[in-house]
Structure formats: structure tokens, C-alpha cells
């Protein structure tokens, strides 16, 4: 069973504004991890925010963490053309090695 | 090697035939995971390996699918008597070790077609 699901399925966006997307989880987790696909590329990682964190930054992406509400969020501020692309979270329940990815965020950020 | 490298690419075969779908890790990476992705959707795991054993095998969809992994490097995904169900992009990844305190590096994909 999947693990981990991103909302919302599909956004749509100006460069210049922000995306903000989920992600909800059903067991207690370790870790999680936030990556990028362009479109028939392969994934590319992002961001690891271990369940202790609250918040992790790195460049224009900020993940937010709250393990009471088994859920995370992935902002990317300022977008661009070039974010355009589906975003997946990636968990597992707490000491599993399989990472378990939702059906992601397909993000449009319109020039 | 500097990332994680998948061949074919691209593959269109005939419905019934067998394919073999290559995956050459980063070097030195232990974990070796196999993915499937149906377009539009997410990533459906198929098998892991931990050196060249398999601990889980659990995702596989039918007993047409196999895959191992020799020498601790090179995987090799068996898929015979293929069927059109099975075309989809297949993701293989590698870590330093198993879990998900380690980051995940992914190929870029062997496009499968069954026609």
C-alpha cells in the first residue's frame, strides 16, 4: 500500500509566485525525502528531513515536517518556468529500507 | 560510475517476448531498488537488493518478472512473455546503504512499449 500521497494532484502557477504542496503519510516514519521529475526523466532528489526536524531549508525549497499530523509540506518560493515538473515525497514506516513514493504534484509554472 | 546508468533506454517489443532491462549502480552503492512507473502515475516498487541478495522480492506483479544482481554492481530485470500491461517506465536507484536516512539516486528510465 502506498505510504505516502502528495495533494494536490495537479498546480498550476505564475513564475514569480509560490508552490506549495503536501504530503500525508499513515505510520510513523524516520525520514522523508522530497524529489523532482521532469517530465520522462528520472528523480532527482531534493530535500531529507529526518522525523525530528520541523523545518528545512535549501535554496528557494522550504519542507516542513509534522510527524502528529503524519504530514509534510514542500514550498518553493519565487517559481520559475524551470520548476515545472512532478514533485514526490518519498517514506517508509519507521525502520523500513523501502522508499514508498506517492502519485506526486504535477506543478505548471506558467512564464 | 558518476550516476546511476539504465539500458535500453527505449525498448518496443512484441507482445510474448522476453526483455532484459540493465542497471550499472554508482559505484560502491550496496542498495539497488526497481521501479515501475505507468504514465501519469507514481512509482510502484518492484524488488530491492542488499549486495546481490534480495531481501524483498514483494513487489514483483507475477512470476513473468525476475531480477538479480551479480557482484554487488549490475542488475538485470527479466520480464518474459511480455504483455501490453507492462509497458511503462522501469526506474532503477541506488543508495550508499539501505534506508531512508540515505539519499536515493535514480536512472533515467528504460521505457518499455509492448505491442
Known amino acids: 500500500s502506498q505510504q505516502g500521497e502528495e495533494d494536490p494532484q495537479a498546480l498550476s502557477i505564475q513564475e514569480g509566485e509560490n508552490a506549495t504542496m503536501n504530503c500525508s503519510y499513515k505510520?510513523?516514519?524516520?525520514?522523508l525525502q522530497w524529489y523532482r521529475q521532469n517530465s520522462g526523466r528520472g528523480l532527482v532528489h531534493l530535500i531529507l528531513?529526518?522525523?525530528?526536524?520541523r523545518e528545512k531549508h535549501s535554496g528557494r525549497l522550504r519542507v516542513t515536517l509534522d510527524t502528529s499530523k503524519k504530514s509534510s509540506s514542500l514550498l518553493i518560493t519565487a517559481s520559475r518556468a524551470a520548476d515545472t515538473a512532478s514533485y514526490f515525497c518519498?517514506?517508509?514506516?519507521?525502520?523500513?529500507?523501502?522508499?514508498?513514493f506517492g502519485r506526486g504534484t504535477s506543478l505548471i509554472v506558467h512564464p | 560510475g558518476a550516476g546511476v546508468s539504465q539500458s535500453p533506454s527505449n525498448k518496443v517489443t512484441e507482445k510474448g517476448k522476453d526483455v532484459e532491462l540493465r542497471c550499472d549502480p554508482i559505484?560502491?552503492?550496496?542498495?539497488l531498488y526497481w521501479y515501475r512507473q505507468s504514465l501519469g502515475q507514481g512509482l510502484e516498487f518492484l524488488i530491492y537488493?542488499?549486495?546481490?541478495?534480495?531481501?524483498?522480492k514483494s513487489g514483483l506483479p507475477s512470476d513473468r518478472f525476475s531480477a538479480e544482481r551479480t557482484g554487488g554492481s549490475v542488475s538485470t530485470l527479466t520480464i518474459q512473455r511480455t504483455q501490453q500491461e507492462d509497458s511503462a517506465v522501469y526506474l532503477c536507484?541506488?543508495?550508499?546503504?539501505?534506508?531512508?536516512?540515505?539519499?536515493?539516486?535514480f536512472g533515467e528510465g528504460s521505457w518499455l512499449t509492448v505491442v
Open positions: 536507484a541506488s543508495s550508499l546503504s539501505e534506508g531512508l536516512g540515505n539519499t536515493i539516486y
Open positions: 505510520t510513523s516514519i524516520n525520514n
Open positions: 528531513i529526518r522525523s525530528n526536524e
Open positions: 518519498a517514506t517508509g514506516p519507521g525502520g523500513s529500507y523501502i522508499p514508498t
Open positions: 559505484s560502491g552503492h550496496t542498495a
Open positions: 537488493f542488499q549486495g546481490n541478495s534480495a531481501p524483498d
